[in-house]
C-alpha cells in the first residue's frame, strides 16, 4: 500500500483481475440461469434462440459456474497470502466497530446525525455484500451439484432432493442478482462512483469521505510491509500448505463437474418409424386420431403399436402433458403462469394469452410454443398433430357421454404389443441406469434395479415398479388407466410376446 499526496493505492493487479472474473463469471451465470427458470418470458425466449438454443445456453452456465468456482479458489489463496505472509489484518471480518457504524449510518439517514459515521477500509455495507456473496455461493455450489450430478445424488438421497435443490437453486440466483442491482449498484455507482476497481487506486479526498479510519492508519504508518526477508520465509512454509490445499480443491471441482455425464445432453427421443395406415373419413364433428406407430425394441424383435382413440382432453391430450409439460407447467410450479394439470387451466393458459382456443389451434398459445422449436420441452411431431386436431374439431373435455377413452392397455395385450410403450419415453429417459433400472428390454424390466424385481410375473403388488406408481411420490408417473393396464399385464402372467 502507497501513499504519496494525491492518491492511495487500494487494490492490486491481482485483486483487479480477480473482480472482473467474478463478474463476468457472476453476469453470465445471471443471464443463463434466469432464462431457464422464467422460460416462459417473451425475453427468455429470444435470448434462448439467440444463443442457439436451451443446449448451448445449458453449456454456458456450466462453463462459467466452472469458472466461478476456480476464482473462488484462487481467491481463498489470496485472503491466506494477505494474512499469513503480508501481515494484513483481517479486515473484512465484521465485528463491533460495524456495528457501531450501523447504527452511525441510520442515525445519519433519518436525520439524527450531521455525517455518516468514520468507516476502515472496508465499510459496513460492503462487509454485508461480501458476506452475502460468500454464503450465497455456498447454497449455489451445494444445489447446483444436485441438478449437475442428478444420478448421484438420488443414489444417496430421496428423489424430493433435485426439485428441492433446483427451487432453492433459482431462489438464490434471483436473490444474488436484485441484491446487485438494489444493493451493489446504488453504494458503488449511484451514491458514490467509485473507480478504484478500474484504475487501482483512490484519491485522499474520497479516502477522506469513504475510508477515514483507513487513511489515518496509513498516514500514522500502521501499515507497515515485512521486510523482503521475512516475507520470502513465511512463503516457504504458505507456498506447501496452500499449494496442496488448492490441489484438493481443485480436484474437487473436477469432479463437481465430471461425476456423470447425464446433465451434459439431453436424451434423445426415440426414432419415430414411418407406417402407412389409412385416413379414415369421417362425418363432421367426430375425430379419431392415427399416432405414428412408436417403435419397441424388444428381444422378440421390433413391433410397432398404432394408438387410434377419439381425442379427447381426459382420454388422450392430457397424457400428452403429463409428465412431460406438468413438471413445470402443473398445480405446484405454474412458469409463465401456465397450468396444464386440468383442462380448464390449459384453456386459460398463462401470461402470453390463451393455452387453447377451441375450433382454433394456430391461435393456442401451447401449439405456438410447441412449433416455434425454441421451448425447451417439446412434444414429438405426432404428439402437436393430434393437439392440433383436438383443437380444430372443438377441444372437447371428455367423450360423448361424459365418459374417457378405455385403457392403453388391453385384455391379452403382451410387453412387446403395449407394455413396453407405456415406458418409452415416459420412463426409459431415466430408467436406462437411474437405480440400476433398465426399462428398455422385457428381461432388464423383470430384473428391475437396486430396489427389487422391477416385475413379478403373476403378482402386480409385488412389483416394484407398481409399488413406485402407487406411492405417487415419484417423478414421472403413469396415468391411472396405463397403471390399471400394467397391473392386469403382470396379474395375468406378464407375458414377453
Known amino acids: 500500500m502507497t501513499t504519496s499526496t494525491a492518491t492511495i493505492r487500494r487494490f492490486s493487479v491481482s485483486d483487479r483481475v480477480e473482480h472482473w472474473v467474478q463478474m463476468a463469471s457472476f453476469v453470465a451465470l445471471a443471464i443463463t440461469g434466469l432464462v431457464q427458470r422464467y422460460d416462459g418470458a417473451w425475453i427468455s425466449e429470444k435470448l434462448i434462440s439467440g444463443m442457439s438454443g436451451i443446449e448451448v445456453v445449458r453449456d454456458i452456465h456450466r462453463v462459467f459456474a466452472t469458472a466461478l468456482m476456480v476464482a473462488v479458489v484462487y481467491h481463498f489463496g489470496s485472503a491466506l497470502h494477505r494474512k499469513f505472509v503480508l501481515g494484513r489484518p483481517p479486515t473484512m471480518v465484521p465485528g463491533k466497530v460495524d456495528a457501531k457504524a450501523l447504527g452511525g449510518s441510520l442515525k445519519y439517514v433519518f436525520g439524527r446525525a450531521d455525517a455518516p459515521p468514520p468507516q476502515g477500509r472496508f465499510s459496513w455495507e460492503e462487509k454485508v455484500e461480501y458476506w452475502s456473496f460468500v454464503w450465497g455461493t455456498v447454497i449455489m455450489v451445494v444445489t447446483g451439484f444436485l441438478l449437475w450430478n442428478p444420478i448421484a445424488t438420488t443414489n444417496i438421497f430421496p428423489g424430493e432432493w433435485v426439485p428441492t435443490g433446483k427451487v432453492i437453486h433459482g431462489g438464490e440466483a434471483t436473490l444474488a442478482v436484485l441484491a446487485i442491482i438494489v444493493w451493489h449498484i446504488y453504494h458503488v455507482h449511484i451514491a458514490h462512483f467509485n473507480t478504484s476497481m478500474f484504475t487501482g487506486n483512490m484519491s485522499r479526498h474520497e479516502?477522506?469521505?469513504?475510508?477515514?479510519?483507513?487513511?489515518?492508519?496509513?498516514?500514522?504508518?500502521?501499515?507497515?510491509?515485512?521486510?523482503?526477508?521475512?516475507?520470502?520465509?513465511?512463503?516457504?512454509?504458505?507456498?506447501?500448505?496452500?499449494?496442496?490445499?488448492?490441489?484438493?480443491l481443485l480436484a474437487g471441482v473436477y469432479l463437481f463437474v465430471s461425476f456423470e455425464d447425464t446433465n451434459i445432453e439431453t436424451i434423445?427421443?426415440?426414432?419415430?418409424?414411418?407406417?402407412?395406415?389409412?385416413?379414415?373419413?369421417?362425418?363432421?364433428?367426430?375425430?379419431?386420431?392415427?399416432?405414428?406407430?412408436?417403435?419397441?425394441?424388444?428381444?422378440?424383435?421390433?413391433?410397432?403399436?398404432?394408438?387410434?382413440?377419439?381425442?379427447?382432453?381426459?382420454?388422450?391430450?392430457?397424457?400428452?402433458?403429463?409428465?412431460?409439460?406438468?413438471?413445470?407447467?402443473?398445480?405446484?410450479?405454474?412458469?409463465?403462469?401456465?397450468?396444464?394439470?386440468?383442462?380448464?387451466?390449459?384453456?386459460?393458459?398463462?401470461?402470453?394469452?390463451?393455452?387453447?382456443?377451441?375450433?382454433?389451434?394456430?391461435?393456442?398459445?401451447?401449439?405456438?410454443?410447441?412449433?416455434?422449436?425454441?421451448?425447451?420441452?417439446?412434444?414429438?411431431?405426432?404428439?402437436?398433430?393430434?393437439?392440433?386436431?383436438?383443437?380444430?374439431?372443438?377441444?372437447?373435455?371428455?367423450?360423448?357421454?361424459g365418459g374417457t377413452t378405455d385403457t392403453t392397455v388391453a385384455a391379452g395385450d403382451s410387453w412387446s404389443s403395449a407394455i413396453a410403450a407405456l415406458f418409452n419415453p415416459t420412463c426409459t429417459g431415466c430408467h436406462g441406469t437411474m437405480g440400476g433400472l433398465d426399462l428398455s428390454s422385457y428381461a432388464t424390466a423383470l430384473t428391475g434395479g437396486t430396489s427389487g424385481p422391477g416385475i413379478v410375473p403373476g403378482d402386480g403388488v409385488g412389483s416394484v415398479i407398481v409399488q413406485k406408481m402407487e406411492s405417487g411420490s415419484h417423478p414421472g408417473l403413469l396415468s391411472a388407466e396405463d397403471l390399471a393396464g400394467l397391473i392386469a399385464w403382470i396379474d395375468a402372467g406378464a407375458d414377453e410376446n
Open 207 to 248: 479516502m477522506e469521505e469513504l475510508h477515514p479510519l483507513e487513511l489515518a492508519s496509513i498516514d500514522a504508518g500502521e501499515y507497515v510491509m515485512p521486510s523482503a526477508e521475512e516475507r520470502r520465509r513465511r512463503l516457504t512454509r504458505f507456498v506447501p500448505v496452500y499449494g496442496f490445499m488448492s490441489v484438493v
Open 268 to 401: 434423445k427421443p426415440p426414432e419415430q418409424v414411418e407406417v402407412f395406415a389409412p385416413v379414415e373419413t369421417l362425418p363432421p364433428g367426430r375425430v379419431t386420431t392415427t399416432l405414428a406407430p412408436s417403435t419397441t425394441t424388444t428381444t422378440g424383435g421390433t413391433t410397432g403399436t398404432t394408438v387410434v382413440a377419439d381425442a379427447t382432453w381426459d382420454g388422450v391430450v392430457s397424457v400428452l402433458f403429463n409428465p412431460k409439460c406438468t413438471g413445470c407447467h402443473g398445480d405446484s410450479l405454474q412458469s409463465g403462469g401456465l397450468d396444464l394439470s386440468s383442462f380448464d387451466t390449459a384453456l386459460t393458459g398463462g401470461g402470453s394469452g390463451p393455452g387453447i382456443v377451441a375450433n382454433d389451434a394456430d391461435a393456442s398459445i401451447i401449439v405456438q410454443k410447441m412449433e416455434s422449436g425454441a421451448h425447451p420441452a417439446l412434444l414429438t411431431d405426432e404428439e402437436i398433430a393430434l393437439l392440433k386436431a383436438w383443437i380444430d374439431d372443438g377441444a372437447a373435455e371428455t367423450a360423448a357421454g
